[in-house]
Structures are given as C-alpha cells and as structure tokens.
C-alpha cells in the first residue's frame, strides 16, 4: 500500500502561482511513477503532469510551459509548481502513484490521493 497526501491548494488570482505537494508513504517512493490529475465541477478527471521513476516529464498540452512537476525521492515527497495561473485551472487537483508502464508517458495509477482544491479567480 502507498498513501498520498497532498497540499498547498488555495485560492489564487490569475496570474499568480502555487506549489502543489504530495507526500507518499508506506513502499518503496522511488520506485513509482507519479502523476498529477484534476477534475473541475461538471467535468471528467483529466491528466496534468507525470515524472518516472527516472526522472522523465510528461505534461498535458493545457499546461505546458506553466507547469512544472518534480520529485524528491530523500523525502517521498511528489511537487507540481503552478505558474501563471488560469481561471480554467480551477479543480481539485489529484496525487496519484503507479508502477506499471502502459505506454510513453502513460502509467497505470494504482494509489491515489484525496485531493487538494486549487481556485483562480479572474
């Protein structure tokens, strides 16, 4: 089992910035693939970011060039840092952990957090 908590949501205008952080216990960090989703009212759950186990980034097109996702495995701990922030970034923004490649960049997410809610107001 791996546990994911995640933090640093809030209330932000546009423009501005915030880092997501997800925390990750209970096996062996390093040796999962980490993901960032969000889903927003009324919409299905979409793909942000992922970082392998080696190091390698993976982004939506939506946030490219804003986003950037990281991992520090000498404390479990996943990062998303937000930059220039949109109204339409707005949802609950979800941690996930997987160990099985389904393709480039793709991964199947077995561990999941419990999400952190992120507003951008205009």
């Known amino acids: 089992q791996v546990q994911l908590v995640e933090s640093g949501g809030g209330l932000v205008q546009a423009g501005g910035s915030l880092r997501l952080s997800c925390a990750a216990s209970?096996?062996?960090?390093?040796?999962?693939?980490m993901a960032w989703f969000r889903q927003a009212p009324g919409k299905e759950r979409e793909f942000v970011a992922a970082?392998?186990?080696?190091?390698?980034?993976y982004y939506a097109d939506s946030v490219k060039g804003r986003f950037t996702i990281s991992r520090d495995n000498a404390v479990n701990t996943a990062y998303l840092q937000m930059n220039s922030l949109k109204p339409e970034d707005t949802a609950v923004y979800y941690c996930?952990?997987?160990?099985?490649?389904?393709?480039?960049?793709?991964?199947?997410?077995?561990?999941w957090g419990q999400g952190t809610q992120v507003t951008v107001s205009s």
């Open positions: 209970g096996r062996t960090f390093s040796n999962y693939a």
């Open positions: 996930a952990a997987g160990r099985t490649r389904t393709g480039i960049g793709e991964y199947k997410y077995d561990y």
């Open positions: 970082i392998s186990w080696s190091g390698s980034t």
